[in-house]
């Protein structure tokens, strides 16, 4: 079997799309999204994403880890997907379902935007934050434990911050270390606000480039540029 698909990338952040809302796909084993997701043997990316039809959206987005293993929600996936509807849908907002929420997907000054909604925080320690976006962060105040480490969730370790700009490295469940992660950005404002008891719109730098979280009556806002690597035929 042969079938089309996209590669998109937010800040470093990259994604392999498959779109089965038109096309007849493979079962997606592990085994499969494993191979795909190889930069030696596959397409090579850090997540795979899977669209499909869905009676109140646009698109369902169903998210796979480099490892085979599924994931929750993507802010920077969103953002990649989001661009690549508007363009076949010729619309300026598109909505994207996730397992557990409905997103809107627009374009802005700043590239494109989601409305990734609200964030809970479940525990405030000493060196960290854990915070839920419909998948879980630990967002850590430069005290990461290598050794320890936090396998269940996602980790961001800030280095520096301040009241508008913060700098984060991130390791990612089933994936490992990447150079982007949308959800983690919003994860690593938010814990900030929680930190300065302020919620100034925030630029987080991660190592792939930069993106800007803003706190609205709606919920959070992820903001930033997304690119079309290439496309291809995958046998």
Same mark, same amino acid.
């Given at each position: 079997? #042969?079938?089309?698909?996209? *590669?998109?990338? @937010?800040?470093?952040?990259?994604?392999?799309? =498959?779109?089965?809302?038109?096309? &007849? /796909?493979?079962?997606?084993? !592990? *085994?499969?999204?494993q191979y795909m997701c190889d930069r030696h043997l596959?397409?090579?990316?850090?997540?795979? =994403? =899977?669209?499909?039809?869905?009676?109140? @959206?646009?698109?369902?987005? =169903?998210?796979?880890n480099a490892d085979g293993s599924q994931a929750e929600n993507c802010g920077n996936g969103l953002r990649c997907v989001g661009e690549l509807l508007m363009q076949k849908l010729d619309q300026s907002v598109v909505t994207i379902a996730l397992a557990d929420r409905l997103v809107q997907v627009q374009r802005t000054a700043h590239g494109i935007s989601v409305a990734m909604g609200e964030a809970v925080v479940e525990k405030v320690a000493q060196d960290y934050v854990d915070i839920n976006l419909g998948n879980p962060h630990r967002v850590y105040f430069d005290n990461f434990d290598k050794m320890q480490g936090c396998p269940e969730?996602?980790?961001?370790?800030?280095?520096?911050?301040?009241?508008?700009h913060a700098v984060i490295r991130i390791i990612e469940r089933? &994936?490992?270390?990447?150079?982007?992660?949308?959800?983690?950005?919003?994860? &690593?404002?938010? @814990?900030?606000?929680?930190?300065?008891? #302020?919620?100034?719109? /925030?630029?987080?730098?991660? !190592?792939?480039?930069?993106?800007?979280?803003?706190? &609205?009556? @709606?919920?959070?806002?992820?903001?930033?540029?997304?690119?079309?690597?290439?496309?291809?035929?995958?046998?």
């Open positions: 079997m #042969t079938f089309s698909f996209v *590669k998109m990338q @937010a800040q470093g952040n990259d994604f392999v799309i =498959l779109d089965g809302i038109k096309n &007849t /796909l493979p079962a997606l084993t !592990p *085994k499969w999204i596959g397409i090579g990316c850090d997540q795979l =994403l =899977l669209l499909e039809k869905h009676a109140q @959206a646009d698109a369902l987005m =169903l998210i796979y969730r996602n980790v961001e370790i800030i280095s520096e911050y301040d009241e508008h089933g &994936t490992g270390e990447t150079l982007a992660c949308g959800s983690g950005a919003c994860a &690593t404002a938010v @814990a900030i606000w929680q930190k300065t008891n #302020t919620n100034h719109p /925030l630029t987080i730098h991660m !190592p792939g480039g930069k993106v800007q979280v803003l706190q &609205t009556q @709606a919920g959070l806002c992820l903001e930033g540029e997304v690119q079309t690597v290439f496309q291809g035929v995958f046998n």
